[in-house]
Nanobody
Framework: VQLVESGGGLVRPGGSLRLSCAAS????????MRWYRQAPGKERELVAG????????IYADSMKGRFTISRDNAKNTVYLQMNNLKFEDTAVYYC?????????WGQGTQVTVSS
């Protein structure tokens, strides 16, 4: 199993980024996928999740309306579109495969919101 995130970077407040997580080594469409983030000095927190085939989504309250999770099962990729970014969104963002609980993680991609 391999999960590789990309798309992070430096963005100004109010800007947007689209993160991608390319998955391999398992039947991607059979698994729920989630995005988590970890800011310096804080615990890792759930950002959003999406189920395998039905595509049902969940979001942390602070991300609702600003972030959108999606997936392309043909490309084995899950995305996180982040709009109206705020200083407090600065963190390392991780994607995870979920089997009841997260069992595989990517290496993370840094998102820095700064003016």
């Amino acid at each position: 199993v391999q999960l590789v995130e990309s798309g992070g970077g430096l963005v100004r407040p109010g800007g947007s980024l689209r993160l991608s997580c390319a998955a391999s080594g398992f039947t991607f469409s059979s698994y729920t996928m989630r995005w988590y983030r970890q800011a310096p000095g804080k615990e890792r927190e759930l950002v959003a999740g999406i189920s395998g085939t039905a595509g049902r989504t969940i979001y942390a309250d602070s991300m609702k309306g600003r972030f959108t999770i999606s997936r392309d099962n043909a490309k084995n990729t899950v995305y996180l579109q982040m709009n109206n970014l705020k200083f407090e969104d600065t963190a390392v963002y991780y994607c995870a495969r979920v089997s009841v609980n997260p069992d595989y993680w990517g290496q993370g991609t840094q998102v820095t919101v700064s003016s």
